[in-house]
């Protein structure tokens, strides 16, 4: 009995169903949800209930036994609505631009931001980018694009990615949410400085699955809806939080830049994939500096957050890679 026991807890771990929360969207018009995914009912071996089964088959000579499972209900059914998750209205967006971007980084902007839509946080609990973003790889949508590692711009999966959870942090920051974990890029980066009502250096979040994330809770009193929309003809990314308003006052400073040192000087090397005589940029100058940016969170003139984002940026090169014959 008791090893039978132990085979049905480990088939229990192998035949588990996690159930999935239905996934939202929000009608602006209309000011309800839209389904965007529905929800998935999960399962749990009973395993007290197959081992009585079992038991019986054996000793009324049967050979076959059906394992008994419990249902697992998601905690938000298709049927939810903005009352059952406290959602007033937005509370907070933002918005980037990766004007410049080769179709590959355009193509991980694109499957990042979808993996986000609809993505459903609990009152009270924290959002890790990594875990809502899954498995980066070529199999899940992803190519090869540039990406900062090692000292070097290189080739890698998922080049880009960083657009999303820049887009991310900056609608968390400034939506006046407790920032648990940001890193920043090991130097500037010109995409997330792009655009009129750019907050300027100092506020992009790098993610590095497992090594780096970007991570908030959600402090507020409902659930939390993102949604995230790609203009691909404005070439701009954005993410709209979706929760219930509690008056809260965000003030964020102008970036404070010091310590500014000069970019390196441009390195040459040779790129055995090129033609004799092609000269390829790789990677781009940039001044190195500390820059801080001051944040304060109000409710009803009380401060409940006070805190500064700080950046060291190392100064950087250009990197040229030729051709011989």
Not at 90 to 115: H, L, P
Request: with cysteine; hydrophobic share 40%; proline share 4%.
């Amino acid at each position: 009995k008791g090893r039978m026991v132990e085979f049905l807890q480990y088939a229990g771990k192998q035949l588990r169903i996690e159930p999935q929360n239905a996934m939202f969207g929000f009608d602006d018009e209309i000011g309800q949800l839209e389904l965007i995914r529905p929800a998935i009912v999960g399962r749990e071996l009973d395993v007290d209930s197959t081992l009585v089964k079992v038991i019986d088959s054996l000793e009324s000579g049967k050979h076959n036994v059906f394992f008994q499972f419990n249902v697992i209900e998601p905690d938000l059914g298709d049927d939810t609505t903005i009352d059952k998750l406290g959602i007033s209205g937005m509370v907070a967006q933002a918005t980037t631009f990766f004007k410049g971007s080769g179709e590959s980084r355009q193509q991980n902007i694109r499957a990042g931001s979808e993996m986000m839509n609809g993505v459903m946080v609990p009152p009270g609990l924290e959002f890790s980018f990594n875990e809502n973003l899954g498995d980066i790889s070529l199999d899940t949508g992803f190519a090869e694009a540039w990406i900062i590692f090692g000292g070097r711009t290189i080739q890698g999966v998922g080049g880009g990615i960083c657009q999303v959870s820049t887009t991310a942090f900056r609608a968390a920051f400034y939506g006046g949410y407790p920032i648990v974990e940001r890193n920043p890029h090991a130097y500037r980066v010109g995409y997330y400085e792009q655009g009129l009502n750019s907050p300027g250096p100092g506020l992009d979040a790098t993610i590095f699955s497992p090594v780096a994330d970007f991570r908030f809770v959600n402090d507020r009193d409902a659930w939390l809806l993102i949604e995230t929309e790609l203009d691909e003809d404005n070439q701009s990314l954005s993410f709209r939080f979706y929760s219930a308003h509690d008056s809260r006052i965000v003030t964020v400073s102008e970036p404070k830049v010091e310590d500014i040192v000069e970019a390196k000087e441009s390195i040459y090397e040779f790129n055995p994939d090129l033609e004799s005589g092609e000269i390829k940029q790789v990677d781009w100058e940039n001044e190195g500096a500390k820059v801080a940016v001051e944040r304060v969170v109000e409710i009803n003139s009380e401060i409940i957050i006070e805190d500064t984002i700080r950046t060291t940026y190392q100064p950087w090169g250009s990197v040229y890679q030729f051709g011989l014959d």
